[in-house]
Antibody, heavy 119, light 107 residues
Framework: QVQLKESGPGLVQPSETLSLTCTVS????????VHWVRQPPGKGLEWMGV???????DYNSALKSRLSISRDTSKNQVFLKMNSLQSEDTTTYYC?????????????WGQGVMVTVSS | DIQMTQSPASLSASLGETVTIECLAS??????LAWYQQKPGKSPQLLIY???SLQDGVPSRFSGSESGTQYSLEINSLQSEDAVTYFC?????????FGSGTKLEIK
């Protein structure tokens, strides 16, 4: 069945770089887009960026200067790297699968990984 | 960016009642609107896409509608497990944007 699972450090020092991995199963990264979405505690959702099935990427302009998304199709993994982390980057990060019709909505989500930015 | 104004922020209703949550888009999103349900400590789950299409496995007491740039999620015959948080999301243009959420409580 379709699964996505985020992994990464729970704690990152201010100004350092966050590296997260989304490991997927049950579908191919070359057929489905995978997005990253984040959610501060008790708050709303923010779309961060997307790895298109064709291998290109797009980013939220608010994060574009700090964000990089890549993938390894042989390992069924999508990676997120974001630099210059600050306290406002303390949030839960999700990867999510785009719909079968690439509609820009998310039919499967990972469980999320909570990241705290603190010294 | 397209702004999604969701209301109300919180809502209290009795079991068996019908409730409506709304999202107003800052511009025409051509029915490209999704609704999600999020239980505490869990990831969001897709309820509705394309404004009114029910995702597989979602109970039929959930329905979506639209009027211009105003989109609505209706929950009929409210059940205890429906007392969680709901978000709208426009999927018309990038960056994809979400409403601020509605927390539904049972009286």
């Amino acid at each position: 069945q379709v699964q996505l699972k985020e992994s990464g450090p729970g704690l990152v020092q201010p100004s350092e770089t966050l590296s997260l991995t989304c490991t997927v199963s049950g579908f191919s990264l070359t057929s489905y887009n995978v997005h990253w979405v984040r959610q501060p505690p008790g708050k709303g959702l923010e779309w961060m960026g997307v790895m298109w099935s064709g291998g290109s990427t797009d980013y939220n302009s608010a994060l574009k200067s700090r964000l990089s998304i890549s993938r390894d199709t042989s390992k069924n993994q999508v990676f997120l790297k974001m630099n210059s982390l600050q306290s406002e980057d303390t949030t839960t990060y999700y990867c999510a699968r785009d719909s079968p019709y690439h509609g820009g909505y998310f039919d499967y989500w990972g469980q999320g990984v909570m990241v705290t930015v603190s010294s | 960016d397209i702004q999604m104004t969701q209301s109300p922020a919180s809502l209290s209703a009795s079991l068996g009642e019908t409730v409506t949550i709304e999202c107003l888009a800052s511009e025409d999103i051509y029915s490209n609107l999704a609704w999600y349900q999020q239980k505490p400590g869990k990831s969001p789950q897709l309820l509705i896409y394309d404004a009114s299409s029910l995702q597989d496995g979602v109970p039929s007491r959930f329905s979506g509608s639209e009027s211009g740039t105003q989109y609505s999620l209706e929950i009929n015959s409210l059940q205890s497990e429906d007392a969680v948080t709901y978000f709208c999301q426009q999927h018309h243009d990038y960056p994809l944007t979400f409403g601020s959420g509605t927390k539904l409580e049972i009286k």
